[in-house]
């Protein structure tokens, strides 16, 4: 098996990999390995702050807001939270200070990551009548590393009225999708067989190149984007021409001059790969975590056929 990253990828967090020498088996393990193995931080326990205080205005505020707890605590299970595997995070099971004590206990600087928030709606003498809580509003108390990044900080938490506060500690635990989606770093994970456009008829070509179409990177749809070999190998070009054709296809009306003026041809054993990430992990360090979960996989199946052939 070869990988490639397509020309102009990643994109933020997008990436287009081509894969080669393979079989769809083998990239469909990729493709199960990225959604349920790869591991990835996530908030999994909160406490909340509970019942009527006094701020430091003197005024009473109450532990209330638009959503129960739990909602909340759903809320901020799905935020994206930095994950790094260099940082040396164990899983609570696997850790040296807690897999040997019960689950409420678990819990160390060596497997999770400790968050807080502390917020106020609006005072009694504010125009506001209400203030929308972010996940910007949430600090980090373990490592900087780890503070919410930037592009997520937008992300809505609730709404807090006057007389209405939040407080809650939060605790992020590495995780794996398949025991809960929160752990899933990836979204849209696909694949296609490469594929190679062709040029047949020029002729009645022209009746999609006159539509003035363009690719995603603004070159125009037209015989020139084929060459002098009548063919179009760039993978970004062949898939912006396959939107393109539905254009042309059935009930477009267009469908019976076009025919097969521009055919596909499939590449044996090439496969387009393309996901992205919740921005929790860079897109090609979470293809390379899910080859090697993938690789200790194997090693572990083999060790133990071998054991058993021995």
């Known amino acids: 098996m070869k990988t490639e990253i397509v020309e102009g990828w990643p994109q933020g967090h997008e990436i287009r990999i081509l894969i080669t020498d393979t079989d769809a088996a083998q990239v469909n ?105 972010y996940a910007g509003d949430i600090t980090t108390i373990s490592d900087p590393v780890f503070d919410i990044r930037e592009e997520h900080k937008t992300i809505p938490l609730t709404v807090l009225s006057k007389g209405q506060y939040l407080e809650f500690y939060a605790f992020a635990v590495l995780g794996r999708g398949r025991d809960h989606a929160k752990w899933s770093p990836v979204a849209a994970v696909g694949f296609r067989p490469q594929q190679i456009a062709v040029l047949k008829d020029a002729k009645a070509a022209k009746i999609l190149f006159d539509l003035g179409l363009k690719t995603t990177d603004g070159s125009a749809i037209d015989a020139k984007l084929f060459g002098k070999g009548k063919k179009i190998t ?77």
Do not use: W
Not at 266 to 278: G, H, I, L, M, Q
Not at 289 to 302: N, Y
């Open 234 to 310: 760039d993978i970004n070009h062949v898939l912006d021409l396959e939107k393109a054709l539905h254009q042309v296809g059935p009930g477009t009306g267009r469908d019976g001059t076009f025919g097969e003026a521009i055919v596909m041809e499939t590449v044996e054993n090439a496969y387009v790969f393309s996901y992205e990430t919740d921005g929790s992990l860079d897109p090609v360090m979470a293809f390379n975590m899910a080859m090697t979960e993938l690789a200790g996989r194997f090693d572990e199946i083999k060790g133990h056929l071998q054991g058993a052939l021995a």
């Open 29 to 133: 393990a990729i493709r199960r390995a990225l959604m349920a193995d790869v591991p990835k931080l996530s908030i999994t326990r909160v406490d909340f702050s509970q019942g009527v205080t006094q701020d430091n205005k003197g005024e009473i505020v109450e532990s209330v807001n638009v959503l129960p707890d739990e909602v909340m605590a759903h809320r901020l299970a799905m935020i994206p939270v930095p994950t790094n595997p260099d940082e040396g995070l164990s899983f609570p099971d696997e850790c040296s200070n807690c897999m040997d004590v019960v689950e409420e206990d678990k819990g160390c600087p060596m497997c999770q990551v400790l968050y807080t928030l502390s917020a106020r709606g609006p005072s009694s003498d504010s125009e506001d009548e209400f203030r929308t809580v």
